[in-house]
């Protein structure tokens, strides 16, 4: 584990307010996915899960087949997609386009894709402004701060974090009133709505029979920003496409359930194009950014593309109970939780966050949750392997393998291990507030250091297992 | 250039030959419940309100428009050009503009407007949801700048849900380019998860229901 990530840990554990504020947001937001799932409510979730997998699977297999085709609707009603393999690439084409145009004022919409590649910031380095208008990620662009959680952005601010965020940065007074603070956002946007010249919106999904994109969202802000400006970019990776129109049938009913437990989102918005002849509204432009930005690399290996099936609901990191404790911070990318331990290292490299794979109990109710059945425990376990394969490569975790090869030898000697265990209770180091927490001086050495600075353990009981046994 | 790239990357990893074939796709999964229409009317009614919306029932194009007059009373409203808006005579209601053709006006009235007043081509009786196809009758923002928006729906518009819909429109970009689902009022928890509604889009929502 990175001493960076390690830092965030600490922190986060022991900012009391913090804690109930991720505890107690993804815990209601667990209790409604439950209830918007629930036998009465939606009797064949099950299948539902299945179909969806089954869907992504198919539609991952044969990505190429199915980009062509989406390709070919989309420029049929008259929209354009655009390839594009890297951050760089994504932004010289809006770029290029704004100064055709001449556009300098762009509208955002909630996009995980957008943070990926960092487009805000390199749009602003070349003069435009680009503002983003989803009420969380608005209040995190004024902090200069990246999402805590997938559909949660701002999960971590206060109404008092919001009140000094906005008398600072749009110099409005000081107000700690939730309803208030929305008007104002409510109020600033709007004006930048109107006057903006381009649309930039990710996909929930593409749809390949179609050419249409796919936009999921409560606030309207998504319909605005692909419905005011003259020209709408629609920025997506490649793996958000689905079959059919008529497969949103699956979809739909579980994004939004296992999202926020609502059982559709508020504004559900399919776009196949420019405006048509004879409309009054809507863009004149459609642009839809195909991006890879390293997703091709995840398809090579078929256990690992099954990261690619992910439709950003964020069930997973309210189910997670690491997630729960250690918040969005401490995960080093952009996408946190069980999903981000697993992309992370997919996308960045191994190496990027070592310890990530392993910051998992691998209990399984990410899992569990899954709307598209990604066994991500499994893709846990795979890149811990990847971890470990790499260490002995380069000679790294020598005492590590020591301590299992001797571990492993003791569990294969019962009497040894009795008596091990036995001595072990004897020596063991004094607890603080119920758990072991540190080791004494003689025994401080770095394997064990390191290994109990990153574990709690209980400390051995009076009696074990097998004397409870043999006097029972 | 990076279509191709990106297209033989693809290929590539999952060792598929360009314009090798794709195989069938998992069949649809469309299940339609059979309902009658006064459940799937009910249905809507209850979900529409369950989401802090206003529900009603009216027997006449007549009560509808009476309904609306009452509740735009003493406001600016922008109708769409939906023929059954007409038909209800609501175009011609006090304080009512209708008939927009030219986009800056449309924006300009929208902006100010106090209620957009729209119809809807379907509504889903089990999520309490209008769908809106945008054309030359329907334009987007009537639905989305006013703060308050009533869409006049004939009860023969009412399907179960999105298996129907999808079932009665399996190609919606055949018909718009903008096919919007709208299941209750803006909303944003943005903030300390705490429920405001109206944050970009109309925060008050009424569906009249005719027939």
Redesign the interface.
């Known amino acids: 584990m990175t001493s960076e990530m390690h830092r965030h840990i600490h922190e986060t554990l022991g900012d009391a307010r913090l804690q109930e504020?991720v505890y107690?947001?993804t815990g209601?937001l667990k209790e409604s996915r439950i209830a918007a799932v629930a036998p009465d409510v939606l009797p064949?979730y099950q299948?539902?899960r299945t179909?969806a997998h089954?869907?992504k699977k198919?539609?991952i297999?044969?990505?190429?087949?199915?980009?062509?085709e989406f390709e070919r609707?989309l420029e049929a009603?008259g929209g354009k997609?655009v390839?594009?393999?890297d951050a760089a690439?994504v932004a010289d084409f809006i770029l290029g386009l704004a100064r055709e145009r001449g556009a300098r004022l762009i509208v955002k919409s909630k996009s995980m894709l957008t943070e990926e590649i960092d487009l805000n910031e390199r749009l602003e380095k070349h003069g435009l402004e680009s503002v983003e208008?989803?009420?969380?990620e608005y209040?995190l662009q004024l902090a200069h701060e990246r999402p805590y959680h997938l559909v949660?952005?701002?999960?971590h601010?206060?109404?008092y974090d919001?009140a000094e965020i906005f008398s600072a940065r749009l110099g409005v007074p000081h107000e700690v009133v939730?309803?208030k603070?929305?008007a104002t956002?409510?109020a600033v946007?709007?004006e930048k709505?109107?006057a903006a010249d381009i649309g930039i919106s990710g996909a929930n999904f593409l749809?390949a029979?179609?050419?249409?994109v796919v936009l999921v969202e409560?606030?309207?802000?998504a319909?605005?920003t692909?419905?005011?400006p003259r020209i709408h970019i629609a920025i997506a990776g490649?793996e958000k496409i689905i079959?059919?129109?008529?497969?949103?049938?699956?979809f739909?009913?579980l994004l939004a359930r296992s999202a926020?437990g609502?059982?559709?989102?508020?504004?559900?918005?399919?776009?196949?194009?420019?405006?048509?002849a004879?409309?009054?509204?809507?863009p004149e432009e459609f642009y839809v950014v195909?991006v890879?930005n390293g997703r091709?690399?995840l398809?090579?290996d078929p256990d690992k593309r099954q990261s690619l099936y992910c439709i950003r609901c964020g069930a997973c990191l309210n189910a997670c109970p690491v997630y729960r404790k250690i918040g969005g911070y401490s995960f080093p990318w952009v996408y946190s939780g069980p999903i981000g331990s697993i992309l992370t290292p997919q996308f960045m490299g191994p190496s990027h966050a070592p310890g990530l794979p392993f910051a998992s109990s691998l209990c399984g109710a990410c899992a569990e949750v899954c709307p598209v059945k990604i066994d991500l425990p499994k893709a846990l376990l795979e890149l811990r392997s990847e971890v470990k394969i790499a260490d002995r490569r380069e000679g790294r975790g020598r005492w590590e393998k020591l301590g299992f090869r001797l571990f492993a030898w003791l569990m294969r000697h019962p009497r040894l291990y009795e008596m091990a265990g036995r001595m072990a209770s004897l020596f063991a180091p004094p607890a603080r507030g119920g758990w072991i927490r540190s080791v004494p001086g003689l025994m401080n050495f770095p394997p064990l250091k390191a290994w109990i600075d990153e574990r709690d353990l209980p400390p051995p009981p009076p009696r074990s297992f097998r004397e409870m046994w043999r006097r029972r | 250039?990076?279509?191709d790239?990106?297209?033989n990357?693809?290929?590539t990893?999952?060792g598929?030959a360009?314009g090798?074939a794709?195989?069938e796709?998992?069949p649809?999964?469309?299940?339609i419940p059979e309902t009658i229409a006064d459940a799937r009317i009910a249905s809507l009614l209850t979900r529409v309100e369950a989401l802090a919306g206003e529900a009603v029932r009216v027997d006449t194009p007549a009560a509808a428009r009476a309904w609306v007059a009452a509740a735009i009373e003493g406001k600016q409203a922008v109708a769409s050009n939906a023929p059954f808006l007409a038909e209800c005579g609501i175009p011609e209601l006090a304080g009512v503009r209708c008939g927009?053709?030219?986009?800056s006006e449309?924006?300009g009235l929208c902006?100010v407007a106090g209620v957009g007043i729209t119809s809807a081509d379907y509504a889903l009786a089990?999520?309490g949801?209008l769908v809106m196809l945008?054309?030359?009758r329907e334009?987007?923002?009537i639905s989305?700048l006013p703060p308050a928006h009533i869409a006049v729906v004939p009860s023969g518009r009412i399907l179960s849900g999105?298996?129907e819909?999808?079932?009665t429109i399996?190609?919606?970009?055949g018909e718009?380019?903008?096919?919007?689902?709208?299941?209750?009022?803006?909303?944003?928890?943005?903030?300390?998860?705490?429920l405001?509604r109206?944050?970009?889009?109309?925060g008050k929502l009424a569906v009249v229901v005719v027939g």
């Not at chain 1, 208008?133 to 969380?136: C, S």
């Not at chain 2, 109206?198 to 109309?202: A, E, K, L």
Request: aromatic letters at 4%.
């Open positions: 504020a107690t947001a209601r064949d299948e539902l179909q089954a869907l198919h539609a297999e044969n990505l190429d087949a199915y980009l062509d609707n009603h997609a390839y594009c393999q690439e208008t989803d009420l969380g209040i949660a952005p701002a999960l601010k206060t109404r919001v939730i309803e603070q929305t956002a409510r946007l709007r709505f109107l749809v029979d179609s050419g249409a409560n606030e309207g802000n319909r605005l692909t419905s005011a490649i079959p059919r129109a008529q497969d949103l049938a699956t739909l009913k926020t609502q059982w559709l989102s508020v504004y559900t918005s399919f776009l196949s194009g420019p405006r048509r004879g409309e009054i509204d809507g195909l890879d091709t690399r398809l090579e | 250039m990076s279509r790239a990106i297209l990357r693809v290929r990893a999952l598929r360009a090798a794709t195989p796709a998992p649809v999964r469309i299940r927009l053709t030219v986009e449309l924006r902006a089990d999520t949801t945008s054309s030359p334009a987007r923002l989305l999105l298996d819909l999808f079932a399996p190609l919606p970009a718009t380019s903008s096919m919007v689902l709208i299941t209750g009022p803006s909303r944003t928890a943005d903030i300390e998860q705490i405001v109206g944050v970009h889009g109309p």
